[in-house]
């Protein structure tokens, strides 16, 4: 089992940046494949990124392509989202989640293992 605890969420102004963390519990942080998910009010979660557990290869959403980036690292047991060029659409609570093994998911059902989410406001 695995517990993970997100923090870096704020307010922040369009065209500015936060990096958002996640910090797991346990020892075998590595053999899980993570991802972030975002849920605005009134919406369903959505998929941002995903990294996988092996060669920590990454996927990205279309809509954050090329403004967002997820690294991790398997020392720390921390994953990480950088947010860049942020646009008030890009507001929402950000869930990071975890699943078992190498591969990676864009369905939030896949994940087993969720945080507590933080807050992210971009303001116009």
């Known amino acids: 089992q695995v517990q993970l605890v997100e923090s870096g969420g704020g307010l922040v102004q369009a065209g500015g940046s936060l990096r958002l963390s996640c910090a797991a519990s346990?020892?075998?942080?590595?053999?899980?494949?993570m991802a972030w998910f975002r849920q605005a009010p009134g919406t369903e979660r959505e998929f941002v990124a995903t990294?996988?557990?092996?060669?920590?290869?990454?996927y990205h959403a279309d809509s954050v392509k090329g403004r967002f980036t997820i690294s991790r690292d398997n020392v720390k047991n921390t994953v990480y989202l950088q947010m860049n060029s942020l646009k008030p659409e890009d507001t929402a609570v950000y869930y990071c989640?975890?699943?078992?093994?190498?591969?990676?998911?864009?369905?939030?059902?896949?994940?087993?293992?969720w945080g507590q989410g933080t807050q992210v406001t971009v303001s116009s």
């Open positions: 989640a975890a699943r078992v093994g190498a591969l990676r998911s864009v369905n939030h059902a896949a994940y087993d293992y």
């Open positions: 346990g020892r075998t942080f590595s053999s899980y494949t």
């Open positions: 990294i996988s557990s092996s060669v920590g290869a990454t």
